[in-house]
């Protein structure tokens, strides 16, 4: 989705329309004065389609090809309150919980894509052996490790 947006509509510098981790308020209207920076010819989807499968593989294979690639993930609110390690199911259950004692929502919903990354390489946890993405996050550096 990322890719797409960037394909159709082009890309702003940050110093004209800087991230604020919130779009509380906001709208593209603010932003309509920022030129134009970067444009993309063409964008593409590994999965060959919005939502297609992709092994791993295959996204390696594209990373050490072409360099870092954009996911779409559909995070819940309190997925800022990530700090460090391999983020996992476990995890996202532990942010759920917290994010319902501070907002007292009693579900999150998953169907929606509210944020992106870029996999910029992967590994394997050497006690574990559990595989993991490393992601570049535009949260900024009180984020993750």
């Not at 939502?51 to 360099?67: F, H, L, P």
């Not at 954009?70 to 942010?95: A, C, H, M, R, S």
Request: include cysteine.
């Amino acid at each position: 989705m990322t890719g797409l947006f960037s394909e159709l509509y082009g890309l702003v510098s940050d110093s004209c329309a800087p991230y604020l981790m919130s779009t509380l308020f906001t709208t593209c209207s603010h932003y309509a004065h920022c030129p134009i920076q970067v444009s993309i010819a063409s964008s593409y989807y590994l999965g060959g389609h919005y939502g297609g499968q992709v092994a791993d593989a295959t996204m390696m294979r594209e990373i050490r090809a072409k360099g870092p690639i954009t996911v779409d993930l559909n995070v819940p609110p309190g997925f800022g309150l990530y700090k460090e390690g391999i983020l996992t199911e476990d995890g996202l259950e532990e942010i759920r919980r917290m994010t319902k004692e501070c907002n007292g929502e009693s579900d999150l919903i998953w169907e929606y894509v509210n944020h992106s990354v870029a996999i910029i390489g992967w590994g394997v946890d050497r006690k574990s052996g559990m595989k993991f993405w490393i992601c570049r996050n535009s949260y900024g550096s009180q984020f993750g490790e």
